[in-house]
């Protein structure tokens, strides 16, 4: 399969290592030509166990490729946006993914399968997806949450406990169902469960896994002060 990555910083650098690493091809975009050029010559922005040899793996056998222009992703069956979401002051900002998606709405050069890996608020990716088929009916937005922490991303995302893919509609048929199936071939290598599920029932799935990961930590911490 043929898959676009949007962004190359923390989350869109392992996406892209571990997909190609099971024998998709990538191509990973990202408008900073500095850390594009620097990923070409393996020389990562990030520091991560695993992830050097999995890039370096990638560039060798072809399967990984690193661009700042948009028409290089044409050819590919998705796109995957994988950009930031905090503000200067460390905040949750959903702008820049909504202006990544929309911008790659209005191009209809470019693949009409969105995938969003970004982590959003409930009820961010179906406005999301609103405001893209306003631009263009035939898009079709999907939510891919990722489940990975610092220092065990590659594997996190290699062995993982599931894999959650939100699409609305997935149970209708049409394009919401041949998206839902695209990425569930996407992940069989992994031979992990797949739940399919609409577009906010995966954001809140995220936000609660993060919510409880912090609670887990606060109790620990606590524990440690008594």
Same mark, same amino acid.
């Given at each position: /399969? ?25 191509? =990973? %975009?990202?408008?900073?030509? !500095? ?10 922005? *990030? ?11 990638? %560039? ?15 050819? =590919?069956? /998705?796109?995957? *946006? ?19 998606? +929309? ?13 969003? +890996? ?21 898009? *079709? ?33 049409? !394009? ?7 990425? +569930? ?42």
């Amino acid at each position: /399969m043929h898959i676009a990555i949007v962004g190359a910083g923390y989350v869109g650098l392992v996406t892209a290592a571990c997909l190609a690493h099971i024998e998709h091809d990538v191509v =990973c %975009l990202d408008v900073d030509a !500095a850390r594009i050029e620097h990923l070409r010559e393996g020389v990562l922005p *990030v520091h991560e166990p695993g992830l050097d040899e999995l890039v370096s793996e990638g %560039l060798a056998n072809e399967r990984l490729r690193f661009t700042t222009h948009y028409e290089d992703t044409r050819e =590919c069956d /998705m796109i995957v *946006v994988c950009v930031g979401t905090l503000d200067a002051d460390e905040e949750w900002n959903g702008e820049i993914v909504r202006a990544a998606v +929309r911008d790659l709405a209005a191009d209809r050069s470019l693949p009409r399968q969105i995938v969003i +890996r970004s982590t959003l608020l409930p009820g961010t990716a179906r406005a999301i997806a609103a405001e893209v088929a306003d631009i263009d009916e035939d898009v *079709v937005v999907a939510h891919n949450p990722e489940f990975t922490r610092e220092a065990t991303a590659v594997s996190d995302f290699l062995d993982p406990d599931r894999v959650v893919i939100g699409v609305d509609g997935h149970d209708e048929g049409g !394009a919401a169902t041949d998206l839902a199936e695209a990425l +569930r071939e996407a992940y069989a290598p992994l031979d992990t469960p797949v739940v399919v599920t609409d577009l906010t029932s995966a954001e809140t799935i995220k936000v609660a896994s993060n919510v409880f990961l912090a609670a887990k930590i606060t109790f620990a911490n606590e524990i440690s002060r008594i």
